[in-house]
């Protein structure tokens, strides 16, 4: 039953299922790609779906913002979720970077569009809410290495946390500005570039003030 509010004011009220939202919702990577910098409108996010403007109109009452950042949240967890995984697969340190950032290179070449919304977007769209994201899941991976390293204490040289974020950050931009270069299918053979330019395998040199 529609709200009276939703009745005086006209808005449609979709069902949580409602097909057109969800391939909207859907479309959300993919118009951030085909609009570059540009703020994602819902009439984007319908020339993405392949959807008549017409059509779209008055579904994804939440705005394409939050539908464009709602996608983020989830391709970025999906990416570090991954990420995290892949430490499983290797026994060295230097094995399980290598693996880690291997697997995540792959999955942004399979999928420019998500490499793009990811790493291009926050940067380039001017969006507050965007670059938070980046920042939180920035922070995960920095979480995440401070942890995995300290399995390894024996056998390394712990990295103090400002050079981890180094190392993060240099690995983001990096990928960011391939990826806005049209390069993302090309990531997984630049794995020795990318991990040399942040010092991935031999970030050994102590930080000092």
Do not use: N
Not at 105 to 124: D, G, K
């Amino acid at each position: 039953m529609r709200m009276l509010s939703e009745v005086l004011s006209g808005a449609r009220a979709c069902p949580p299922d409602c097909a057109t939202c969800e391939r909207l919702r859907a479309a959300a990577a993919p118009a951030v790609l085909m609009t570059g910098g540009a703020e994602v409108s819902l009439a984007d996010l319908a020339a993405a779906a392949g959807i008549p403007a017409a059509a779209a109109d008055g579904h994804c009452s939440e705005g394409a913002a939050t539908v464009v950042a709602d996608a983020y949240r989830r391709a970025a967890g999906e990416l570090y979720g991954e990420y995290a995984a892949s430490f499983r697969l290797a026994d060295t340190w230097s094995e399980k970077l290598g693996a880690a950032l291997e697997r995540l290179l792959r999955r942004l070449a399979e999928e420019p569009a998500i490499a793009h919304l990811c790493f291009v977007a926050p940067a380039l769209a001017g969006d507050e809410q965007l670059r938070e994201i980046r920042e939180a899941f920035r922070a995960r991976y920095v979480r995440l290495l401070s942890t995995e390293q300290d399995r390894h204490a024996d056998d390394v040289e712990l990295l103090p946390e400002l050079q981890l974020e180094m190392m993060v950050s240099v690995v983001f931009r990096t990928i960011g500005e391939l990826v806005a270069d049209g390069r993302a299918p090309e990531l997984p053979a630049l794995l020795e570039d990318i991990a040399g330019a942040a010092q991935v395998f031999e970030p050994r040199v102590a930080v000092t003030a």
